[in-house]
C-alpha cells in the first residue's frame, strides 16, 4: 500500500488551509495549525524523528509546513497518540481521570500517556511509543526495525495476516474481517481472538507500568474490545497486577476516530488560549 510523501502532505494541507481562509469572512481566518502524526514527534519544534508506517525519517515538518504557508500561523506538530490522549482526557471518555492511558490501533499502534493530569511527553517528547514495546524477542520484524514489537501483535496487519487475507491493506479490508467475525466466520473469529488475546497482554503491561485509572482502547482496536471484551478482560486480569488492575477501567473513545484530530486542534488554539489579547489586537490592528 503506497504511503504519502511528507511533501505531498505539506503541500495537501497548505492548499486546503488557503482554501478555508478563502470562505471566511472578513479578517477572520485561521488561527493555527495543528497536525496529528503517527510517529515520534519533538515537540518543541515539530521534527518527525521517524513515522515508520510511513516511511518518514529526520523531517522538520513544522518548518516545512509554515514556510510552504507564508510563515503567518503558529504550526503546531504532536504525534497522533499524545494527542488522542489530550482530547479523551478533556472532551472525551476519559474526563475526570487524571491517571489514563490512551492506545490508539491502526496500521501501527501509538500510545498517549495523562500523569497527574498532564500529558507524559518524555524528554525528547518521544515517551508513548508502546506500539514498540516489545512483547516477544523472536516475534515479527516491525517496520521500526525491531522484532516482536506490540503493533506486530495487535495492529492491523497483525489481524489481517491472523485472517488469512492478503494482497488487501487499509481500512475496508479490516472492517470487512470485523463484519465476519460478528456474523461467525470462523477464520475471522479467530483473528479477532487472537489480537484480543495479544492486547489484554499488552494492557497488563501497561497497568503494572503506569498505574492507571483508565485505558483508552481507540482505532481498530476499540472493535476488537466491542467483539471480544470479556478476552481482553480476562488476560488482563491474568496478567495485571491486582493492586493496579482493581481500579483500571477500560473504556472505548469518546470522540470515536476524531480522538487525534481534537487534540491537534486543541494543539492549534493553545497559543489563543494562552494568550487571547494578541488575536484581538492583530484583528484590530
Excluded: K
Excluded at 504557508?69 to 494527542?83: E, T
Excluded at 479467530?190 to 492507571?212: D, E, I, Y
Excluded at 488482563?236 to 493496579?244: F, G, P, T
Amino acid at each position: 500500500m503506497a504511503v504519502p510523501s511528507s511533501e505531498s502532505v505539506i503541500e495537501r494541507i497548505a492548499a486546503d488551509a488557503e482554501w478555508l481562509a478563502s470562505r471566511r469572512p472578513g479578517r477572520c481566518g485561521p488561527v493555527g495549525v495543528g497536525v496529528s502524526v503517527p510517529g515520534t514527534v519533538r515537540r518543541r519544534d515539530g521534527y518527525v524523528e521517524h513515522a515508520p508506517n510511513l516511511n518518514w525519517r529526520a523531517v522538520p515538518f513544522a518548518q516545512l509546513l509554515s514556510q510552504a504557508m507564508g510563515g503567518g500561523l503558529d504550526v503546531q506538530i504532536g504525534n497522533d497518540a499524545d494527542l488522542g490522549a489530550v482530547a479523551e482526557h478533556q472532551r472525551g471518555a476519559a474526563t475526570g481521570y487524571d491517571h489514563l492511558v490512551y492506545l490508539n490501533g491502526s496500521v501501527g499502534v501509538g500510545g498517549g500517556i495523562i500523569a497527574e493530569g498532564n500529558p507524559l511527553h518524555g524528554a525528547g517528547g518521544y515517551a508513548g511509543e508502546i506500539g514498540h514495546m516489545t512483547i516477544n524477542p523472536d516475534g515479527p520484524s516491525c517496520h521500526c526495525g525491531s522484532t516482536g514489537c506490540i503493533e506486530t501483535y495487535i495492529g492491523e496487519h497483525a489481524l489481517l495476516r491472523a485472517a488469512g487475507v492478503t494482497g488487501r491493506h487499509g481500512p475496508r479490508a479490516v472492517d470487512a474481517v470485523f463484519i465476519d467475525a460478528a456474523s461467525g466466520d470462523p477464520v475471522a473469529g479467530q483473528a479477532v481472538r487472537t489480537v484480543a488475546l495479544w492486547l489484554g497482554r499488552s494492557l497488563a503491561n501497561l497497568v503494572n507500568c503506569f498505574n492507571p485509572q483508565a485505558i483508552v482502547v481507540g482505532g481498530s482496536l476499540a472493535e476488537v474490545v466491542r467483539l471480544e471484551r470479556r478476552r481482553v478482560e480476562a488476560e488482563l486480569d491474568r496478567r495485571a497486577m491486582a493492586a493496579s488492575r482493581s481500579g483500571v477501567q477500560l473504556l472505548l473513545p469518546g470522540l470515536g476516530q476524531e480522538s487525534a484530530l481534537i487534540g491537534a486542534a486543541e494543539l492549534a488554539f493553545q497559543g489563543l488560549l494562552d494568550a487571547p489579547d494578541s488575536l484581538a489586537a492583530s484583528v484590530a490592528g
